[in-house]
T-cell receptor, first 115, second 114 residues
Framework: DARVTQTPRHKVTEMGQEVTMRCQPILGHNTVFWYRQTMMQGLELLAYFRNRAPLDDSGMPKDRFSAEMPDATLATLKIQPSEPRDSAVYFC?????????????FGDGTRLSIL | KNQVEQSPQSLIILEGKNCTLQCNYTVSPFSNLRWYKQDTGRGPVSLTIMTFSENTKSNGRYTATLDADTKQSSLHITASQLSDSASYICVVSWGGGGADGLTFGKGTHLIIQP
């Protein structure tokens, strides 16, 4: 089965450090999403791309977060500088924008802890 | 304000029993409603997607219903198995129906006991 691959699976670092999370979408999918999940807030959409172009990043704190798709096989989410409140699980999902009702396929997430 | 409320927050049932999870939403304009299953330590997996015109959709032992008039959805699990232990998340799309607008519930944590 084709899968969305996220690396690293776990990351522990000190506040102020730069964090980069990577996502390899399913081959052929043209839409990529970044989500954050915490116990308090549940799942939140941070940003999404279609055909590598950013369409919406209104859910993302732009002073410290940035998301890019350097090519069709790689999406990155970067936090600089990181803060303890950024501790969460970050999910990437990909999908086919052939219609509004296509499912999104999630990776297994990056569990981020900022000390 | 667009909101999705799920109930109960958590539920414990015995293996083999049926259960129903609820999702109420105040989202406009409605595009579709999705149910996801999330195992511990894994990403969510799509169970069903329903549009405005659909009021029932099944995926194996999972059956989702949608009442667009009352803005309610339910997920019914028949003959529960230990592997059904997971969080179940209701997500409502609004606007263009893609990620134009997505509102998430906080999930129902389901535990199946042997």
């Amino acid at each position: 089965d084709a899968r969305v691959t996220q690396t690293p699976r776990h990351k522990v670092t000190e506040m102020g450090q730069e964090v980069t999370m990577r996502c390899q979408p399913i081959l052929g999918h043209n839409t990529v999403f970044w989500y954050r999940q915490t116990m308090m807030q549940g799942l939140e959409l941070l940003a999404y791309f279609r055909n590598r172009a950013p369409l919406d990043d209104s859910g993302m704190p732009k002073d410290r977060f940035s998301a890019e798709m350097p090519d069709a096989t790689l999406a990155t989410l970067k936090i600089q500088p990181s803060e303890p409140r950024d501790s969460a699980v970050y999910f990437c999902a990909s999908g086919l924008r052939t219609g509004p009702n296509q499912p999104q396929h999630f990776g297994d997430g990056t569990r981020l802890s900022i000390l | 304000k667009n909101q999705v409320e799920q109930s109960p927050q958590s539920l414990i049932i015995l293996e083999g029993k049926n259960c129903t999870l609820q999702c109420n939403y105040t989202v406009s304009p409605f595009s579709n409603l999705r149910w996801y299953k999330q195992d511990t330590g894994r990403g969510p997996v799509s169970l069903t997607i329903m549009t405005f015109s659909e009021n029932t959709k099944s995926n194996g032992r999972y059956t989702a219903t949608l009442d667009a008039d009352t803005k309610q959805s339910s997920l019914h699990i028949t003959a529960s198995q230990l592997s059904d232990s997971a969080s179940y998340i209701c997500v409502v799309s609004w606007g263009g129906g893609g990620a134009d607008g997505l509102t998430f519930g906080k999930g129902t944590h389901l535990i199946i006991q042997p």
